[in-house]
């Protein structure tokens, strides 16, 4: 069974651009995490998907968005980039809510 | 009462020999507590995880040992190896309602030396 896979990879921005990331998660799996990993938070919450609603979400601003499209494919969307928004952006995916997460690969994202 | 504290921040260890890292959390809704191995350039890994019903779990090389009274967990690797080298996250989940999201330790980066 294929993992988590994201898409692009690497990607480079500069300040006031918009991304969007793009995560197809394990075949048969409904929930899709997304987290944030720079080297001075660490790990970072950022919201979970399932069935199509968000179902959580971490402490970001509002330019962080995302959707879950109904093959549980999700896409995150990061508006007027900053500096600070560099990171590995890494998408979960599992079975159902509350069961274990499985990571992609992750996108690296530079903000020049 | 959503951290969870993990430590040592490095950890070098020689070949042969164990690797402990420990984890402390406050909330005691947490229900899952999951181990992720993560290399350079890469996504974090499921190790192993436990549920605070047991108080070890040990697959392989790697072994859970949990203290709910203390609200501690730790992960040992017996004989670490030189691929063991990684950083390692500790990690806590709770469900409330129809959500759930993995609170993250801050990591350990482990170094096994010949």
């Known amino acids: 069974k294929a993992g988590v896979t994201q898409t692009p990879r690497y990607l480079i921005k500069t300040r006031g651009q918009q991304v969007t990331l793009s995560c197809s998660p394990i075949?048969?799996?409904?929930?899709v995490s997304w987290y944030q990993q720079t080297p001075g938070q660490g790990l970072q919450f950022l919201f979970e998907?399932?069935?199509?609603?968000?179902?959580n979400k971490g402490n970001f601003p509002g330019r962080f968005s995302g959707r879950q499209f109904s093959n549980s494919r999700s896409e995150m969307n990061v508006s007027t980039l900053e500096l600070g928004d560099s990171a590995l952006y890494l998408c979960a995916s599992s079975l159902e809510v509350a069961k274990t997460q499985y990571f992609g690969p992750g996108t690296r994202l530079l903000v020049l | 009462q959503q951290q969870v504290k993990q430590s040592p921040q490095s950890l070098i260890v020689q070949k042969g020999g164990i690797s402990i890292i420990n984890c402390a959390y406050e909330?005691?809704?947490?229900?899952?507590f999951p181990w992720y191995q993560q290399f350079p350039g890469k996504g974090p890994a499921l190790l192993i995880a436990i549920r605070p019903d047991v108080s070890e779990k040990k697959e392989g090389r790697f072994t859970i040992s949990f203290n709910k009274s203390a609200k501690q967990f730790s992960l040992h690797i017996m004989d670490s190896q030189p691929g063991d080298s990684a950083t390692y996250f500790c990690a806590a989940s709770m469900r409330t309602g129809t959500a759930s999201k993995l609170t993250f330790g801050t990591g350990t980066r482990l170094q096994v030396t010949l």
């Open positions: 075949s048969g799996h409904r929930s």
């Open positions: 998907y399932f069935s199509e609603t968000q179902r």
């Open positions: 909330n005691t809704a947490f229900d899952y």
